[in-house]
């Protein structure tokens, strides 16, 4: 399974837009991009996945660059309620494959 | 669709002692994952039962942990005798078989266990 790299923390301010790259130079063919967003108190939400190029839903985008060894997660004009840790996560999960996650990123949204 | 459930939400129990930890996954998903979060540390995968069996138990810490999930549906964690490293916030997590890559697989909210 691909490790993955993502900033530790990161701060914005409300109605910003906010990006978070992760890196996996070791992506394997047949793996996937997944985030996952957490709050406090609650278990890992999933928000979105993607193999290549651009994926968006209600909630985010996800950009990935051609070499698939990095991704950017999107978040359009933030809010309070935005603020969570965000794990990128790389890997092929048809089977129901394990999920490895990071330490995140965890994103402060203030006033 | 009710969603991943777990209880207790939070136990706190005398090491030495046993706890039994509970998950009902979402109806008809037979994939069924068990992880945990120490202090300070990373998410860690313990379990992956699919339907009644184990596929993947490279996770679990020791043999003071057992899984089950008899009937392929609820599973228990069983944590005996418990030590105080054992303490930490335990979350179980199902999928749909084959669709993991296309919608994720839903955590519930967890149980927080405090050892002392």
């Known amino acids: 399974l691909a490790k993955t790299t993502q900033p530790i923390s990161m701060d914005s301010y409300e109605g910003q837009e906010v990006n978070i790259t992760c890196s996996h130079n070791n992506i394997a063919t047949n793996d996937y991009i997944t985030w996952y967003q957490q709050f406090p108190s609650q278990g890992p939400r999933f928000i979105i996945q993607?193999?290549?190029t651009k994926v968006t839903n209600e909630v985010a985008s996800l950009f990935i660059p051609a070499d698939r060894k990095s991704s950017t997660l999107s978040l359009p004009r933030v809010s309070l309620s935005d603020t969570a840790v965000y794990y990128c996560l790389v890997g092929s999960y048809n089977q129901g494959g394990k999920l490895i996650f990071g330490q995140g990123t965890e994103l402060s949204v203030k006033p | 669709e009710a969603g991943v459930t777990q209880f207790p939400s939070h136990s706190v129990i005398e090491k030495g002692q046993t706890v039994t930890l509970r998950c009902d996954p979402i109806s008809g998903h037979d994939n069924l994952y068990w992880y945990r979060r120490v202090m300070g540390k990373e998410i860690k995968f313990l379990l992956h039962?699919?339907?009644?069996?184990?596929?993947?138990e490279s996770g679990m810490p020791n043999n003071r942990f057992l899984a089950e999930r008899t009937g392929g549906t609820y599973s228990t964690l069983k944590v005996q005798p418990a030590e105080l490293e054992d303490s930490g916030v335990y979350f179980c997590a199902s999928s749909a078989m084959g669709q993991g890559n296309y919608y994720g697989y839903t955590f519930g909210s967890g149980t927080r266990l405090t050892v002392v």
């Open positions: 993607g193999y290549k």
């Open positions: 039962f699919v339907k009644e069996s184990k596929q993947d």
